[in-house]
């Protein structure tokens, strides 16, 4: 599958490096062991609204620092300074205590107006909740009750540009705000090796871009910090956060248009379907012709021919299986995909096992596991559901007969592991596929077990509205990876060289076609 990852040097920490408990790996930093994350988009964005509406009304970034604290300066004569800090946040316009606020109002009205009610009172009256509602008057909310559609598009505006979050220097532009309001008022210090004190009296224009970015992503860092302290006087609950975000619910709908492609993926159209077939059907004609054609010829050894009948039924079931997936569109979408990657790459890995083992008794032993497999399900239908049907075409009668004498059923061991003393990754490393079992079968068993990592990617889809934090909505479109035809390509074409160079196989002589070439065509 493709690794869109273009850096080779280690971003993360390795996992010879990690802590093993159990079956689980945790980082080997303990530092990690209590961190509860806060999740910027989640929990902060809906906190900077009012600082992004007052950076888009001073860009020059000097006016924006004096206008900002200009007007948190009102209220800090109003707050117990020694538990609380003002720091620009939407929620924290709700601490100020009720007995102070029409006195703040009154004093303050043409301020408040000007650097609050006219740049982000429009949009805040959307919200019943809102802890900074209080800041603009009934008059204000009747006449901007009107502005309704006009308010949502600037909530959108200002989502928008807000969800980069650290990543994105506009967003760190305004974060720094917050913690000059913490310098300023003594919350934090700082030790003499730390450079960020020293970049902060020199920004933003003193700076050159590297240090200004530097300045900033410190700030983050810090902010953050504070903000999360476990041992802070006050644990922030974002009850302002959770609000804004379930209230617009009600304010727009869901949006399930796709304006973005996964650059890995492309929609299953009937065009696409067509073009893919005809791409294809060389690859089924060339294999069918291979599997019931060139390999009739196959000289068995008729006395005991149960180990080549594992080999060329587990040949033929991978070839089989690319022979449908080939032929069926319905089965090109990602996780279904996967699922015959997935079941084909476990058939692979067995083969290309018992052929290097070459024990003989390890073909009767897989042999054996089915046999005790199929007395399973017969004594299950006798003992427990004598009037159910199971899975399969064939009854318990039917698997009896197939089985053989009845002193040969009684006979049979029950092996309720694997039909081997190993796990799938040590038979793959054992036969040189430790690369496939990794990038490969590892991740394909995701699809098989439907765990959420192949939910969100197949099932799932993001809302395309800004409003609703981009939460996935049921899929409208089928996305193909366009590697994964190529992917079984690779194995098949590799599983025949195998059989051909171990055990006698016909010479295959041909060349399976790859779509790459065409998917990259439709893609442009």
């Not at 107006?113 to 008059?139: H, M, R, T």
């Not at 077939?277 to 019931?292: A, E, F, G, P, Q």
């Not at 059989?499 to 399976?512: A, R, T, V």
Request: proline share 4%; glycine share 2%; with cysteine.
């Amino acid at each position: 599958m493709a690794d869109n990852n273009e850096h080779k040097e280690k971003k993360y920490i390795s996992l010879n490096n990690h802590k093993r408990k159990g079956k689980v790996l945790s980082p080997s930093y303990e530092f990690f062991e209590n961190v509860e994350r806060t999740a910027w988009s989640r929990d902060l964005l809906p906190e900077y609204l009012w600082m992004d509406a007052l950076h888009k009304k001073f860009e020059n970034l000097v006016l924006l620092h004096q206008n900002f604290n200009k007007f948190l300066d009102i209220f800090d004569s109003f707050i117990n300074k020694e538990d609380t800090v003002i720091l620009g946040l939407i929620s924290d316009f709700g601490t100020i205590p009720y007995v102070n606020r029409k006195e703040i109002l009154k004093k303050n009205a043409k301020l408040i107006k000007n650097l609050f009610v006219d740049i982000i009172g429009q949009a805040l009256i959307l919200y019943p909740d809102c802890p900074a509602a209080w800041l603009i008057s009934d008059e204000e909310k009747n006449k901007y009750k009107e502005l309704n559609n006009y308010s949502v598009k600037a909530v959108i505006d200002s989502v928008i540009r807000l969800y980069p979050g650290k990543d994105n220097e506009y967003c760190r532009e305004l974060r720094i705000l917050s913690l000059q309001r913490l310098l300023k008022h003594k919350k934090i210090f700082f030790s003499p090796q730390v450079d960020l004190p020293k970049l902060l009296v020199k920004y933003p224009y003193q700076l050159t871009t590297e240090e200004k970015e530097k300045c900033e992503r410190l700030s983050v860092l810090t902010l953050n910090m504070y903000i999360n302290s476990p041992n802070g006087s006050i644990k922030r609950e974002f009850q302002w956060s959770k609000h804004f975000w379930r209230q617009n619910l009600k304010l727009s709908p869901c949006n399930n248009e796709v304006f973005i492609r996964n650059n890995d993926a492309i929609e299953i159209t009937q065009e696409f379907i067509d073009d893919l077939n005809k791409y294809t059907n060389d690859n089924i004609k060339l294999l069918k012709r291979y599997l019931y054609e060139k390999l009739k010829d196959f000289e068995y050894d008729l006395y005991d021919p149960s180990k080549d009948e594992v080999i060329i039924g587990l040949f033929a079931r991978i070839i089989r299986l690319y022979i449908i997936f080939l032929k069926a569109p319905e089965l090109w979408t990602r996780d279904v995909s996967n699922i015959f990657i997935r079941c084909i790459l476990d058939s692979i890995i067995t083969l290309k096992y018992l052929l290097k083992q070459d024990n003989r008794e390890l073909y009767q032993k897989f042999i054996e596991y089915g046999q005790g497999k199929e007395k399973l399900q017969i004594l299950h239908s006798q003992d427990t559901y004598p009037n159910e049907k199971s899975a399969g075409t064939v009854d318990s009668k039917g698997l009896a007969t197939e089985l053989g004498s009845d002193f040969f059923i009684e006979s049979l061991k029950i092996n309720l592991g694997n039909w081997i003393d190993k796990n799938v990754r040590d038979m793959a490393i054992e036969c040189d596929m430790h690369r496939e079992y990794a990038l490969i079968y590892n991740p394909t068993s995701e699809d098989v077990h439907g765990s959420w990592i192949s939910i969100k990617k197949s099932s799932l889809m993001n809302c395309m509205n800004p409003l609703h934090r981009f939460h996935r909505i049921p899929r409208s479109y089928n996305p193909l990876d366009p590697d994964l035809f190529d992917i079984i390509a690779d194995m098949v074409e590799d599983v025949i060289k195998t059989c051909e160079n171990q055990y006698k196989f016909p010479k295959f002589n041909n060349k399976l076609k790859k779509i790459q070439d065409l998917v990259e065509k439709k893609i442009k």
